[in-house]
């Protein structure tokens, strides 16, 4: 074994062997639909200078969803009920007391000038609270000169070196941080330890430090923006929830806590069995099929697989990440579409196999991996910049979709790019496995790439055809979307939340099925305290109220209404224009990375694959009636991500080969790109579906809608990086002036005379 193909064997036993024990040592985070959780009802009430309307409470939940992800507790469930109540759901909160204390605090924080101890005011000066400081002694303070709104960010840290202990560091917005400055500039004019060189901080009329400014600080100077730390005798768990209060900013209402009580997951444990059963069976066909294709590489690809299941599943659990139902099924998914990179390699060494003869298997898959890294690294990369986009623009649910794609996408790559070539050098030394073609999977071609070199056909002979069959597919589905309107679920448009008491128990899932049956198939149910069934649905008359309550008698007897409220929505305005500005500055920065990478008219091309993906998956709901809800959104992200590794792929071929053959038209060109990669795209694709046809018929209704969404998106992605981003490339490539691109040097030639370098596999023996 070289040294290198040892180290990465090493590596990759050392990542497995941590992740196997954080696997087994350390328990998951569950969401509301697999355990259950907290429901809190807030109660707003008017301030003295707003009133607790819609509009101020819906501002007020936006505050608290911010604080909620400032907690660690992913995933929350956040909904407006009547005009002034905030119905908080938090999944698997170890310390509900500590949760509601934070979640309720004003966290109305300003900063005063101090003008003396006790009741004394400085002669002219206008007249502020008087408040006891941090040991007890009444200031006299001025009005507020700054509040918490100026403030742009505030962190926790511990500062070892001057012994100060817990620290609370604030940065200021712009103007705010010019105030602070003359805030802390009018104090240094005073002696050192004179009371009037002192700045109060104050939260919710308590002053919680008040500093002396520091004597190095000259009159009217103060203190820059960023400088400033609020010291005290803190705890490290003090420190980080008066920073998170500080960061969140203030609520615009009080609230209190009007009811707090467990609830039960959303999905019964039959429709979690079934889920699970679905996952393995799918998971297991994608092996087989991998396997049957490549053979020995195969199965060797497919263990690589499990390791990288393991691997992103223990760093789930090691960061804490809430997993759902529709998060593991798409880290389930992931696990298909991980495929994609050994597939890409394969593919690779095979051309290198056919095209040279002679080649040793070793030196086939050395160069399979040295070509497919471009089209790894750059996929990846841009399904990262996603991902990080998603995750630092976003919030709730689209937060946490960004550090499950990151997580899978590295845990992918470590996969492909460490595990599974370590595994192929080490079998590739084999003279067994290197004789016999029908063993390793390599030597032979493959029958999609036979075909299609038999056969040849000329796809590109008029771009704009494909073209026309885009648009008017974009055309039926506008359509959809125009004259059978979209079919928002209850996160988007709210509905009623309706609690019953039943005289005999009632299992979740046997309601569930049997509120489906009567025409109620997106009533979400939950136990809701001491075996009364908690049922969210959408827009719910009084007739169909009663029908829905007569389908619970008769399975639990007597059913009796303890609860009738109307709820707003859970992915309110806010969040879902948090979604969809992290979305735009997303496909913005894969465009600039693409034109940077590629050309500009690939850039656009596969922005362009990209929408076509998006309102075709959106239009096929409309026409199929099928419910948009935070489920959809999940799987559209997914398919985003696909449309654009699969776009990036071609791409990638196609700037290989022209710039090998630069005379050559780029419509030839494409063409043969095209035809290279379609064994790659149809065998990754391949891998996918399995799973999610499994998701799709054993999943049960939790995963129908998801498995659907997704199945639509991967076929209709996998079309659209061929058959619409190459023609709009083309079309675009009419009007470029930019020349062909250059054309690497060649990893076995030296930088002088061009001569080759022998390979580091190959003896360089010849007969």
Known sequence: MTRATTVRAVLAAAVLLVSVLITLTMSPRLGLDLQGGTRMVLQATDSATTKADRESTDRTLEVLRLRIDSLGVAEPTLTRSGEDRIIVELPDVQDPRKAAEVIGRTAQLSFHAVQGPGTEQETGKAAGPTLPDEEGRPLALGPARLTGAGVKDAGASFDAQQGAGWTVALDFHKSAGRDWTRLTGEAACHPAQDERRRVAIVLDDQVISSPQVDPSVGCNVGLPSGSTQITGSFGADEARDLALLIKGGALPLPVEIVEQRTVGPTLGAAAIDASARAALIGAAATALFITFVYRLFGALAAVALAAYGVVSYAALVALGVTLTLPGLAGFVLAI??????????????????????????????????????????????TTLIAAGLLFFLGSGPVKGFGVTLAIGVLASMFSALVIA?????????????????????????????????????????????????????????????????????????????????????????TARTALAGAGFGDAEVTTAGAGDLSVRTGDLDNHQEHALRAVL???????????????????????????????????????????????????????????????????????????VDGIFLAALLTVIGYSVNDSVVVFDRVRELWAKARRESVTTIANRAVLQTVPRTVNTGMGALFILAALAVLGGDSLADFALALLIGICVGTYSSVLTAVPVALTLERSSKAPPPARKRAPGRTSGAGAKRRDPLDNGARV
């Open 336 to 381: 298909g579409m991980a495929v994609d990179a050994n597939v890409l390699v394969f593919e690779r060494a095979r051309e290198e196999y056919a095209e040279r003869s002679g080649r040793s298997l070793r030196s086939a898959m050395t160069a399979g991996f040295r070509n497919a890294w471009s089209a790894v690294a750059d996929s990846n990369v």
């Open 421 to 509: 070539r370590a595994l192929t050098e080490i079998a590739s030394r084999s003279r067994f496995v290197s004789d016999y073609r029908g063993v390793n999977g390599i030597a032979r071609p493959g029958r999609v790439r036979t075909w299609l070199a038999r056969r040849d056909p000329q796809l590109f002979r008029s771009p704009r055809r494909w073209l026309l069959i885009s648009t008017a597919l974009i055309t039926v589905a506008v359509l959809g979307i125009v004259v059978r309107a979209v079919n928002l679920g209850v996160e988007f448009t709210g509905g009623r939340l309706v609690e019953y008491s039943t005289s005999r128990p009632v299992d979740v899932e």
């Open 553 to 627: 008698a008769e399975e639990g007897g007597h059913t009796t209404k303890v609860r009738d409220e109307l709820i707003g929505p859970s992915l309110g305005d806010e969040l879902r224009r948090n979604a969809l500005i992290a979305l735009a500055v997303a496909v913005l920065v894969q465009l600039a990375y693409l034109a940077v990478r590629f050309r500009w008219t690939f850039a656009l091309a596969s922005v362009a694959a990209l929408v076509h993906d998006v309102i075709l998956l959106v239009g096929a709901f409309a026409w199929l009636g099928r419910t």
